[in-house]
């Protein structure tokens, strides 16, 4: 039941994450470093340190799957942009952003139910920068206009979640973290590439604040745990 609330929100999220930025886009930057932080800090206390634990009981050759994610988000970007005309471009990486984005947030999905018939702290703990990612940084380069494209690409968590309750109900140990470790390759490369706010741009105080935030909430749950 959890992981269909968050694979639901996910999804709300993706639906409505352009609007929402463009009506918030006076405080975007803020709410950008806000959320970079946020992403940071659960990228280096959470995420990396969980998918060593499981590297460690299955081998050190899992952490190739984090390799995987990092380098094929990064040569599909950088195919689009050596293979396409300018005038090509826009509408190439658009397509290229929304089939990325659907196998991610699909996996997304996947993992929430995962975390959450081990642990739904563990859930909460994910989705939080998951969450706030796919908010502020997940946004097509081109909204497209169909309703229907629309509603299929922002209900790829929801159908990742319905996917791992009903049709994939179990997985093996090696998969689980094999899709953990793809994610964070993908996860490494967004929020370092696309995530944080480069040069003048973004509010470090902002971002200092994300992170002391998600840091407290760590804190508060492992203590409830």
Request: no cysteine.
């Given at each position: 039941m959890?992981?269909?609330i968050l694979g639901l929100a996910m999804s709300l999220a993706h639906h409505f994450s352009y609007e929402l930025v463009q009506k918030l886009r006076s405080h975007h930057s803020?709410?950008?470093?806000?959320?970079?932080?946020?992403?940071?800090?659960?990228?280096?206390?959470?995420?990396l340190p969980y998918f060593s634990e499981g590297a460690a009981e299955l081998g050190r050759h899992m952490f190739v799957f984090i390799l995987i994610g990092f380098v094929l988000i990064h040569l599909a970007e950088k195919f689009i942009y050596f293979h396409f005309y300018k005038?090509?471009?826009?509408?190439?990486?658009?397509?290229?952003?929304?089939?990325?984005?659907?196998?991610?947030?699909?996996?997304?999905?996947?993992?929430?139910?995962?975390?959450?018939?081990?642990?739904?702290?563990e859930a909460l703990l994910f989705f939080i920068p998951v969450f706030l990612h796919t908010t502020f940084h997940a946004i097509p380069v081109i909204v497209s206009k169909s309703p229907i494209v629309r509603l299929v690409l922002a209900s790829s968590t929801l159908l990742g979640v319905i996917f791992s309750l009903f049709i994939l109900t179990e997985i093996s140990l090696f998969t689980k973290f094999a899709l953990i470790g793809l994610v964070t390759g993908i996860f490494i490369y967004t929020v370092t590439r696309h995530a944080l706010p480069l040069g003048r741009k973004g509010a470090p105080a902002y971002f200092i604040m994300g992170l002391l935030s998600y840091v407290l909430f760590q804190v508060i749950i492992r203590a409830i745990i």
């Open positions: 959890l992981a269909i803020m709410l950008l470093s806000f959320s970079a932080g946020i992403s940071t800090t659960y990228l280096f206390l959470e995420l005038n090509k471009l826009r509408r190439e990486l658009a397509l290229e952003n929304a089939a990325v984005s659907f196998i991610y947030h699909f996996l997304i999905g996947m993992l929430l139910v995962g975390f959450a018939r081990d642990n739904p702290y």
